[in-house]
């Protein structure tokens, strides 16, 4: 018992749906015999129902939204995002369709396609792709930077808060300038979930 409440202590969420439970308990049957607990007005048995399922509700809510802001590390292992096309060290021309799969989708917004040089290391932001929920596949039409002949490596990557900041502002000065600067760093919270290596026809 002891365990039981230590935990609950530990997860703030989790206790208030036990404890509204609780109370919803108490208030549809009029009372707990184990813990000498009666309630025989109706009107505070239908309080004590209503109440918990408030309570419940309200910790039922801070579970999911706890669920929903998951991190991008855990989320990346969940959701088995994968390249299937074009194959590693495959000859692509500059416009090429990349396409891939995945297990469970995330947030909208927050899977990107990144490209590196080999030589120097820079980054560049693609699109993002578009999600095929249905056949649980994505693909993208995007453009193969660099000279002919030069290898690239295309990462598929999911974004936390930050690393979605850092790509909207990205995508917002290159459609302002038309010039899509290189990045020497990425933001922690972009986790790489697959690559291939593409050379340029």
């Known amino acids: 018992m002891e365990k039981i409440i230590q935990a609950l202590l530990k997860n703030t969420p989790l206790a208030l ?62 959701c088995e995002l994968k390249i299937t096309a074009p194959l590693n060290g495959a000859v692509v021309d500059e416009s090429t369709q990349f396409a891939g799969s995945f297990k469970k989708i995330p947030s909208e917004g927050s899977i990107v396609l990144l490209e590196q040089s080999v030589t120097t290391g820079d980054y560049w932001f693609k699109k993002r792709p578009v999600i095929d929920e249905k056949n649980k596949q994505w693909y993208i039409d995007s453009r193969v930077g660099g000279e002919p002949g030069k290898e690239r490596v295309i990462y598929l990557a999911i974004m936390g808060k930050s690393g979605q900041a850092l790509w909207d502002y990205y995508r917002r000065v290159g459609e302002e300038t038309k010039q899509w600067p290189p990045m020497r760093t990425l933001t922690t919270d972009i986790i790489i979930c697959d690559n291939v290596r593409v050379r340029r026809r």
């Open 17 to 78: 749906v036990v404890i509204g439970l609780l109370l919803a308990v108490i208030g549809a049957s009029g009372g707990m015999e184990k813990f000498a607990i009666k309630v025989e007005d109706p009107k505070w048995r239908v309080a004590l129902g209503v109440m918990g399922i408030v309570v419940a509700g309200f910790g039922a809510l801070l579970i999911w939204r706890t669920r929903k802001e998951i991190a991008p590390q855990v989320l990346a292992q969940e």
